[in-house]
């Protein structure tokens, strides 16, 4: 039986724009070309005198944070500020009340503000999701990372990230290395990485960090770090969290970083010319020597600069698409 | 008062009865399937030509979420739902607030059911006091109270020498435990099967292991306690095969599933529809078809609906947060006829396992249509169809079947000769 609720295409619109931004699956490769081609123009506002251009005035952001974030909440606030909207940032404590009902009576709240777009980070799989199924369909949602299922904007990032340093996906390898199974980031890289047609991709890991069924990403499995590295154009070092070492996922940090730390030596197993990502904060010495992090390959900075390109133009798209369908809509009514 | 069924086609896979007849019943009871008794005379007919008439259904697992849990259902409620389902005889687990772990709670629940009159309720006690796994329930106050078994729910044992000791005495009574087989430690956090599903929406998994390694153990001790034993709600393949080579070796273990099991995977969850949320989880197709054929060879002797009613706020959150359960005992009929359907079993076939299969691993009087026995049937027309929701009883709407099309409609439900249910 199939469920009556299955799968739609929740944050598209009727002409198949972005109205919201839940999750890099089901967007066609044109789309993510169109944010990859918007968030490259935008990255010429950053370098001007001027930094703002006025395609959000009059439009109210709000950054709802459930769950602790500098990095990707400053670049959410700068991303809307250049693109001119009255921005607001919320730090909602999950510890008060039961997150379901902290989470849904800030939505109300929120929206009796109204505010047109919401950027939501939460610590639950599917909160994104549940957000833009509860809100006023007007309101455009933005996931700035759902528990362990997507990060969409930093997908983009990083996918603008090889573009501008490969020039496309092609005939690349690349390769994710490190606790794919707790990270949203690996899961929005993998799906973007396929979507772009990216030929090669591997992920690189101990049996207890990746998913079961992580093969359905069109991805190979290595447990060497060597040789997964081996001829890759790109290198994804993510995040590894301290609480990984109770519960016997790893022994120790120590070990983690003999058998899957970036040093320089391991980078020599890489193409020439590779470059090194990471999504922050670093580990220096759990997952990435300092010497590879600060070095030639590391493109880690330029990740952080593109990703506010990428999230004026997430902001500006869904915000377009937004109106798009409320013209739409009106004009069926008529 | 006096009533004669006219016409049906009577179906009791007790006896292998099925045929075109009559049913009589006086003072609750059937007096006569057939031609009525010489002295027998009707004050009323009911035409039933074109329907079957079947004992009705018995459901090991409806939560009633009575006393303490009433925003979600309500005893009235919830057997007023059953009813509407074909549900004449129910097992309502001891989940409730305060625990049924003592008999003024089971003596609560067996006044407020007989005061409603929808279905006749069987509690099923707490095994351990609190459900917390580690001191027995007073079990033979508890069965003097009305309860027919005893569980632990989800909420495993602290230690094996405890649970030991719990199926030993049980034993000693001649009492039957349900067991709920899910290891606590590999199933911690978990919220939906260790699959690509849960992979890629990140969910944390319950693996396979989790009910296999607990049913492992649990059929083990089983075994060497001698206790008469129950095993709830399986939902692995590899689950129902161990129950499989128990039976084959002459460990007397009845079986359920729940009917959602059967007809669900964890396919359901893409989108994040916390309605699709259960503990346990939902699981593969090849899960699915591994319930499915030991639901057909009697490996499996009774489907149950599980039913967990809920309010809107318990479903309200990301998916995660949410509450598990599905509200679907009212549906109970019209979605198993999905097995007759789907061709898997043949309408006696799921009768048997709606009625006789679930009363006699409860011992409950209940499950067969003979004469004497009380006159609980359920009254259906397979030749048209439900739309679910059109009509809702439950206070727990939590229910991802609203909306479809399901074969067959419940027309009667009678419990002692009364009418509980008219659709």
Known sequence: ?334 | MSLSIIGARVIDPASGLDRISDLHISQGRIVAIGDAPADFTASQLLDASGLVAAPGLVDLSVSLREPGYSRKGTIASETRAAAAGGVTSLCCPPLTKPILDTSAVAELILDRAREAGHAKVFPIGALSKGLEGEQLAELIALRDAGCIAFGNGLNSFGNHRTLCRALEYAATFDLTVIFHSQDRDLSAGGLAHDGPTASFLGLAGIPETAETVALARDLLLVEQSGVRAHFSQLTTARGVELIEQAQARGLPVTADVALYQLILTDEALTGFSSLYHVQPPLRSAADREGLRAAVKKGVVQAIASHHQPHDRDAKLAPFGATEPGISSVELLLPLALTLVQDGLLDLPTLLARLGQGPAEAMRLPAGRLQVGAAADLVLFDEGVSTVAGERWLSKGANCPFLGHTLPGAVRYTLVDGHISFTG
């Open chain 1, 1 to 334: 039986m199939t469920p009556i609720d299955a799968k739609r295409p929740l944050q598209l619109n009727d002409q198949g724009q972005l109205r919201h931004f839940l999750s890099l699956d089901g967007l066609s490769r044109e789309l993510l070309t169109e944010v990859l081609d918007t968030a490259d123009s935008f990255l010429e506002v950053g370098a001007r005198a001027v930094k703002k251009v006025p395609l959000l005035r009059g439009k109210t952001v709000c950054n709802v944070f459930f769950e602790n974030s500098t990095r990707t909440r400053t670049t959410f606030e700068l991303a809307a500020q250049r693109l001119s909207a009255d921005v607001i940032t919320l730090n909602v404590s999950t510890s008060s009340t039961s997150k379901g009902e902290t989470l849904f009576d800030t939505l109300r709240n929120l929206e009796a503000m109204a505010a047109d777009m919401f950027v939501v980070r939460h610590a639950d799989s599917g909160a994104a999701h549940f957000i833009a199924e509860h809100v006023s369909p007007e309101v455009a949602i933005i996931n700035g990372g759902d528990g362990r299922h997507a990060h969409p904007t930093q997908g983009m990032l990083d996918m603008l990230t090889i573009r501008r340093h490969k020039g496309g996906f092609e005939n690349l390898s690349v390769a994710i290395v490190g606790d794919i199974l707790h990270s949203r980031v690996a899961r929005s890289n993998m799906i973007a990485l396929k979507t772009l047609g990216c030929p090669d991709i591997r992920v690189i890991g101990p049996k207890t960090l990746l998913p079961i069924g992580v093969e359905q990403y069109g991805v190979k499995v290595f447990t060497d770090l060597e040789q997964g590295l081996k001829d890759v154009d790109v290198v994804i070092m993510l995040r590894l969290q301290r609480e990984r070492m109770t519960g016997g996922l790893l022994p120790s940090e120590g070990e983690f970083y003999r058998l899957y730390g970036l040093t320089t030596a391991r980078l020599a197993g890489a193409k020439p010319d590779a470059i090194v990502m990471h999504p922050g904060p670093i580990n220096r010495g759990v997952e990435i020597e300092s010497a590879v992090a600060d070095g030639p390959h590391s493109v880690i900075l330029n990740q952080v600069t593109y990703g506010i390109a990428v999230r004026m133009a997430v902001l500006s798209m869904a915000m377009s698409g937004q109106t798009a369908q409320r013209q739409f809509e009106q004009e069926s009514v008529q």
